[in-house]
C-alpha cells in the first residue's frame, strides 16, 4: 500500500530509481503498469546496437570526451507532423456552454460543443468577417457559435447560418463559400478531444483510416483516471524529454520527494547509476527498458511508464485483476515554439475510494508543485539549446551515463525521423519568446485554473469563504462597539472579539493559501 501513500499526498510524483527492483514504492514513475494495445514497430535494429547507440558506457579516466555521434545506416522515412491526431483538452475540463480557444502546432483552433449534432467541434479561430476570435464568442439560442464583434453565426460544419447585415430579401451572401469556417476532424477517445490539423476535404474521414491512440487503462472501469492538464513556459521537446529523465528526480524535486517519501536521504544524495535501455526506435517511437519497469513513446505527444505483469511464486504470469498495477501517462502536446501543453492522467486498479473522498483540485496543488520545481531552470535550458541549434543537442550536451539512454533516444528519433524540431511549416520567425518576470513565468492562474474545471470551481469558492470571514470579522466587531454596556454579557462580548479575531486570522491564512496554490508560488531551491 505504499504507492498508495504516494498518491494520497496529492503530487505528480516522479520517482528516482529504487534501491532494488520493488514494484510498489513510493515511487510512481517506475511503478506503474499499462497493457497498451499500440504496438511500436521495431526498426530492424538489433538490441546490442541500439544499446551501444544510446546508452554509451561512463566515462574512464582516459575518455574525457564524448563519443561521436553515432549515424542511422540507411534513408529514414520521415515523420509527417501534420499527418497526426493531437489532443486538445480533456473533457471533463470542457465547459458545454462557451466556446474554448486552444492553439496547437501554430494553430488556432476554437472548439465548442454543438447540441444540434451532439459532439464537439474544432474550426478555425477566426471569423471570415474581420477575423476576430470566434473563441470570444458565444453559443446562441438555436445552438449556433455566433461571433460576438458583428453576429456572424455558423453551424458545426463550419458554415455560416445567418449574417444580421444582410438584406433579408437580398442574395444569400451567407451561402458564400468565403463566408464558411474551416472545421477540422475531431474525435473524443479516452475522454480527451483529439482533432486532425488539416481542413483539406480528403481528411473528412480520416477517421475511419487512422484513429488517435488508444490507451485502454484511462477506459478500463477498473481503474481510476483523474487527468490534469497545464500550459508549458517551455517547449514541446524540452518538455518531452524531461519527463523521459528520471535521474533528475531526486535533486530537482528533492523537498517534495521528502513530502511524500520521509526516508529519503536528507543530504540531497539520492541519486545513483541507472540502467536504462532503449530497446526499439523507429518513426512509430522506441519501447525502453528500466530493469523493473517499461515505457513508451508514441509520437508525437504519448509518453508513459508502467511496470510489466509479474509472475507468481508458482512461475505463472498473475492474473490481471491480481495486481496492484498503474501507469504515468504524459501527453504533450506541441502549442508554439517556446509553449508547450501537458496532459497528464494516472490510472490505478487500487485504492480508488481517494479519488471519490479527495476533491480533484487538492491532488492538483501537488502535480503543480513538481512542475513548478524545475519550470524556471527549464526554459533557461531551451533558451541555452536554441542559441547552439536543436541539431547539435548532443554536440553540446554531455551524456556519458545510461541514465540519459531515453534522453538521446528521444533527440536520435527527433533527428533522424523528424527533422529534429517541430515543423512549424514557416509560422514562426524560429526564436524563443523573450523571458518574462518569475511571477508570470511560474503563473498558475492563466496556465492551469482557468482551464481546469475543479480548480476553477475551487477558487472561486474559497475567495467566497475568504470574504464572508472578512465579513464575520468586521460585523462581529460592529456589534461588540454599537452595543451599549449592560446589553450583552461580557461572555457574549468576549466570544465575539474572540470570533472577529479568529475570522479576521483565517481570511488572511486563506488569502495566502488562494495565491500559493492557485496564483503563484515560486520554488527556491537552496532553500528546499
Known sequence: MEAVCAFSVGTLHIPTAPERPTSFRKSIFFSNHVNSHI??????????????????????????????????????EKFDWYSQWYPLMPICDLDKRKPHGKRVLGIDVVVWWDRNEGAWQVQDDACPHRLAPLSEGRIDQWGRLQCVYHGWCFNGKGECKFIPQAPPDGPPIHTSKKACVASYPSSVQNDILWFWPNTDPQYKDILTRKKPPYIPEIDDPSFTKLMGNRDIPYGYEVLTENLMDPAHVPYAHYGLMRTAEPKVKADREGGRPLELLVEKLDINGFIADQGWSKSKFIPPCIFYAYTPDKPSESGETQKPSAQKKMALIFICIPVSPGKSRLIWCFPRNFGKWMDKIVPRWIFHIGQNLILDSDLYLLHVEEHKIMDIGPNNWQKACFVPTK??????????????????????RGKYSGALPSTPPR????????SHVVNCKSCNSAYKSLN????????????????????????ISVATRNSLVVLAVLSFAFSRWLAHFIYKNFRYHDYDHAFR
Open 39 to 76: 504496438s511500436l514497430v521495431s526498426g530492424g535494429f538489433s538490441k546490442s546496437k541500439l544499446f551501444t547507440a544510446l546508452s554509451p558506457p561512463p566515462l574512464t579516466e582516459s575518455s574525457n570526451q564524448p563519443e561521436a555521434e553515432p549515424e542511422f545506416e540507411g534513408q529514414a
Open 464 to 487: 467566497v469563504i475568504e470574504v464572508m470571514l472578512q465579513i464575520i470579522s468586521v460585523a462581529s466587531i460592529g456589534i461588540v462597539a454599537t452595543m451599549k454596556q449592560g446589553t
Open 403 to 424: 541514465s540519459d539512454a531515453l534522453v538521446i533516444g528521444y533527440r536520435k528519433w527527433l533527428k533522424k525521423y523528424a527533422g529534429g524540431q517541430v515543423e512549424w
Open 439 to 446: 511571477e508570470q513565468l511560474l503563473d498558475r492562474y492563466w
